[in-house]
């Protein structure tokens, strides 16, 4: 796979396809390109509490070395930002599928990002939900290209798609799509919905807090700290939304239902 396509971020290459019949065909396939990628002054400036507004940075630029391949990205912050380090440190190796692993503690991040307002309640239809994953589907198109890449996308409560992003690890999805949202000014995304394509972990929750974002769904499984988190951050999480069902783990309240809710 050393063959680049005209779509940037995939590989196209020979391989060899076993049919149904049992014979064998020399076809050209497209995979996802997976490159490293490292961000000067942390990794994830926003959901790690580095940064809160679109003007604590004032650049962000490509490395020029050679040796950085355009692999390492540079970001300055504003004069008066300051950070520690130390504080956002993760222990252990990050990588584009592990999340939060190696976090110091799970404590560290409620004192960055507290629970949402109870107060300010939102409400999405459950027709606009439903929708959701056929408008994420349309839109992966490196996906439907390639087979192997998670998106993120936010929708606002209209159910109108509001930026959609691709990359071979969810958690870069949910932060290219969040990322988008701050540079763009539109956080804190108190009126919308993140939807991701895979699982949802502790990590996609935190995320989705730290945008202000009160709804998240996953196409698949939530994991037991994502339900905790989600619970204690009063934000409403959604898995397994797959039209004409879904499973509600916190906060039901949000989705406006024509039903009676059944007391647990």
Same mark, same amino acid.
């Given at each position: 796979?050393?063959?680049?396509s005209?779509?940037?971020?995939?590989?196209?290459?020979?391989?060899?396809?076993h049919?149904?019949?049992?014979?064998?065909?020399?076809?050209?396939?497209?995979?996802?390109?997976?490159?490293?990628?490292?961000?000067?002054?942390?990794?994830d400036? @926003?959901? *790690?509490? &580095?940064? $809160?507004?679109?003007a604590?940075?004032?650049? =962000?630029?490509?490395?020029? #070395?050679? /040796?950085? !391949?355009?692999?390492?990205?540079n970001?300055?912050?504003?004069?008066?930002?300051?950070?520690?380090?130390?504080?956002?440190?993760?222990?252990?190796?990050?990588?584009?599928?592990?999340?939060?692993?190696?976090?110091?503690?799970?404590?560290f991040?409620?004192?960055?990002?507290?629970?949402?307002?109870?107060?300010?309640?939102?409400?999405l239809?459950?027709a606009?939900?439903?929708?959701?994953?056929?408008q994420?589907r349309?839109?992966?198109?490196?996906?439907?290209?390639?087979?192997?890449?998670?998106?993120?996308?936010?929708?606002d409560?209209?159910g109108?798609?509001?930026? @959609?992003? *691709?990359? &071979?690890? $969810?958690?870069?999805?949910?932060?290219?799509? =969040?990322?988008?949202?701050? #540079?763009? /000014?539109? !956080?804190?995304?108190?009126?919308?919905?993140?939807?991701?394509?895979?699982?949802?972990?502790?990590?996609?929750?935190?995320?989705?807090?730290?945008?202000g974002?009160p709804?998240?769904?996953?196409?698949?499984?939530?994991?037991?700290?994502a339900?905790?988190?989600?619970?204690?951050?009063?934000?409403?999480?959604v898995?397994?939304?797959?039209?004409?069902?879904?499973?509600?783990?916190?906060?039901?309240?949000?989705?406006?239902?024509?039903?009676?809710?059944?007391?647990?």
């Amino acid at each position: 796979m050393n063959a680049k396509s005209e779509v940037p971020g995939i590989a196209a290459g020979t391989v060899v396809r076993h049919k149904a019949d049992g014979s064998c065909e020399c076809i050209t396939d497209e995979v996802t390109v997976e490159e490293p990628l490292e961000i000067r002054i942390g990794k994830d400036l @926003l959901s *790690e509490g &580095i940064v $809160r507004r679109r003007a604590d940075v004032q650049e =962000i630029a490509h490395c020029t #070395l050679p /040796a950085s !391949l355009g692999n390492v990205v540079n970001v300055t912050l504003s004069r008066g930002v300051q950070w520690n380090a130390a504080s956002a440190r993760r222990f252990g190796t990050i990588s584009t599928s592990c999340g939060l692993c190696g976090k110091a503690s799970i404590d560290f991040i409620r004192q960055q990002f507290p629970p949402l307002d109870k107060t300010a309640l939102v409400r999405l239809a459950i027709a606009r939900l439903l929708q959701m994953p056929d408008q994420l589907r349309r839109a992966q198109g490196n996906f439907a290209r390639t087979g192997g890449i998670h998106a993120a996308a936010i929708f606002d409560l209209h159910g109108a798609l509001v930026v @959609l992003r *691709e990359d &071979i690890g $969810r958690h870069n999805a949910v932060d290219k799509a =969040i990322g988008r949202a701050f #540079l763009d /000014a539109r !956080l804190p995304l108190q009126n919308h919905v993140l939807l991701v394509s895979g699982r949802c972990s502790l990590e996609i929750v935190q995320k989705a807090l730290a945008a202000g974002i009160p709804i998240v769904a996953s196409v698949s499984a939530p994991s037991t700290l994502a339900v905790n988190f989600a619970r204690e951050s009063r934000q409403t999480l959604v898995s397994f939304l797959r039209p004409p069902t879904f499973n509600v783990y916190a906060h039901i309240e949000r989705l406006a239902l024509d039903v009676e809710v059944p007391k647990s």
